[in-house]
């Protein structure tokens, strides 16, 4: 096979991954910019930067990576709503999992950063669980 075909046949996959760096670089240079313009409001900058990259990956989910065809006004505010909701819920679970996890035991220092591996457990666990939500529950194709 080659390499065209292979990306034809993970193209939802390679698409979730590429857009999902791209979606992080967003979060941190929006966090970047708001930490210049707010020093010290990091819960405000850490807040500007989430939505900004949630509305990133909406739009680019939605287009790239699902692409969800659906151009009705309320089947997009439902895709909205869905897709704030599930990056809502699985944003809880990557601010409060890894704090359960350091005390129950995950507390191994990698590359000088202190319980880096709860947080890296989770990131995990986020990553696959934003790529189902958003293909199962929020983009979900008709008929499947």
Same mark, same amino acid.
């Given at each position: 096979?080659d390499?065209?075909?292979?990306?034809?046949?993970?193209?939802?996959?390679?698409n979730?991954?590429?857009?999902?760096?791209?979606t992080?670089?967003?979060?941190?240079?929006?966090?970047?910019?708001?930490?210049?313009?707010?020093?010290?409001?990091?819960?405000?900058?850490?807040?500007?930067?989430w939505?900004?990259?949630?509305?990133f990956?909406?739009?680019?989910?939605?287009?790239?990576?699902?692409?969800?065809?659906?151009?009705?006004?309320?089947?997009?505010?439902?895709?909205?709503?869905?897709? =704030?909701? %599930?990056?809502g $819920?699985?944003?809880? !679970?990557e &601010?409060? #999992?890894?704090?359960? +996890?350091?005390?129950?035991?995950?507390?191994?220092?990698?590359?000088?950063?202190?319980? =880096?591996? %709860?947080?890296? $457990?989770?990131?995990i !666990?986020? &990553?696959? #669980?934003?790529?189902? +939500?958003?293909?199962?529950?929020?983009f979900?194709?008709?008929?499947?």
């Open positions: 096979m390499l065209k075909s292979q990306y034809r046949k993970h193209q939802e996959l390679i979730y991954l590429f857009f999902g760096v791209a992080t670089l967003v979060n941190w240079l929006i966090y970047a910019v708001a930490i210049k313009i707010f020093p010290g409001a990091l819960t405000l900058c850490n807040t500007l930067g939505l900004g990259a949630v509305i990956a909406y739009v680019t989910n939605k287009i790239f990576v699902f692409q969800s065809r659906k151009r009705r006004i309320q089947d997009i505010l439902r895709e909205l709503l869905l897709f =704030f909701g %599930s990056r $819920m699985t944003g809880l !679970i &601010i409060f #999992l890894p704090v359960l +996890l350091y005390h129950i035991g995950l507390n191994q220092t990698i590359l000088g950063i202190e319980g =880096f591996l %709860s947080k890296a $457990m989770v990131s !666990i986020i &990553i696959v #669980l934003n790529f189902f +939500l958003s293909k199962f529950l929020v979900q194709k008709k008929g499947k």
